[in-house]
């Protein structure tokens, strides 16, 4: 069965310091690999996608890394900001599958303070 | 910037009745999907819909469900007989294409309360 786990569960770092936030996947055939952030009642905004073939993408003070051999991503945050407070999910795309089917980690809650 | 847009916001329902659940994708969009959150737990996939049909769906889109895109731009979700497990968070979601590299622009979601 497809599989996403995520570590840690919930984290809280204070205004400006960096954190990383780990997923494994056992998801089989593997296509891609997306980071999610979801905002408390709203719905999932996409921050990266990566394919097999991708090791490291960045979009902005986010950078995602993925390393396929052992099954693993993480999701790396610089100078966190209070707007950074969130759950970051990781959810992973089978290849192959025609109706892009997705399984989501239960995610990492995330809580930036002053 | 185009969003995709849900309605109503929150839905109180009693158990065993009829409730659809509206979505508007992204005007050029092809593919819908529709997923499930219970409070706490992971998003879960329940359907997606191409050219009218449903390309997959999950153990948990059972009879009681289904889907309708009845015009040019809205695509519902219907909750024939509510039961209590599904009061949750409901998240439509389109894409441009169903190539599983595709990203998928998610609503803020309709949230079921069944009591």
């Known amino acids: 069965k497809n599989q996403v786990e995520q570590s840690p569960q919930s984290l809280i770092i204070l205004e400006g310091k960096n954190c990383t936030l780990q997923c494994n996947y056992t998801v089989s055939p593997f296509s891609n690999l997306r980071w999610y952030k979801q905002d408390t009642g709203r719905g999932p905004v996409s921050l990266t996608i990566m394919t097999f073939s991708e090791n490291t993408k960045s979009n902005g003070r986010y950078t995602a890394t993925l390393d396929a051999d052992t099954k693993q991503s993480s999701l790396h945050i610089t100078a966190s900001q209070l707007s950074d407070s969130a759950s970051y999910i990781c959810v992973v795309s089978e290849y192959g599958n025609a109706g892009n089917m997705l399984t989501f980690g239960g995610g990492t809650r995330l809580m930036v303070k002053p | 910037e185009p969003e995709v847009t849900q309605t109503p916001s929150h839905q109180v329902t009693q158990m065993g009745q009829e409730v659809i659940l509206h979505c508007v994708p992204i005007?050029?969009?092809?593919?819908f999907y529709w997923y499930r959150q219970i409070l706490g737990q992971k998003v879960e996939f329940l359907v997606s819909?191409?050219?009218?049909?449903?390309?997959?769906k999950s153990e948990i889109f059972d009879d009681q469900f289904s889907v309708e895109r009845p015009d040019g731009s809205n695509f519902t979700l219907k909750i024939r007989s509510t039961k209590l497990e599904d009061s949750a968070m409901y998240f439509c979601?389109?894409?441009?294409?169903?190539?599983?590299?595709?990203?998928?622009?998610f609503g803020p979601g309709t949230r079921l309360t069944v009591l």
């Open positions: 819909f191409y050219n009218n049909e449903i390309s997959e």
């Open positions: 979601a389109s894409s441009p294409q169903g190539s599983s590299y595709n990203e998928q622009f």
């Open positions: 005007s050029n969009h092809l593919y």
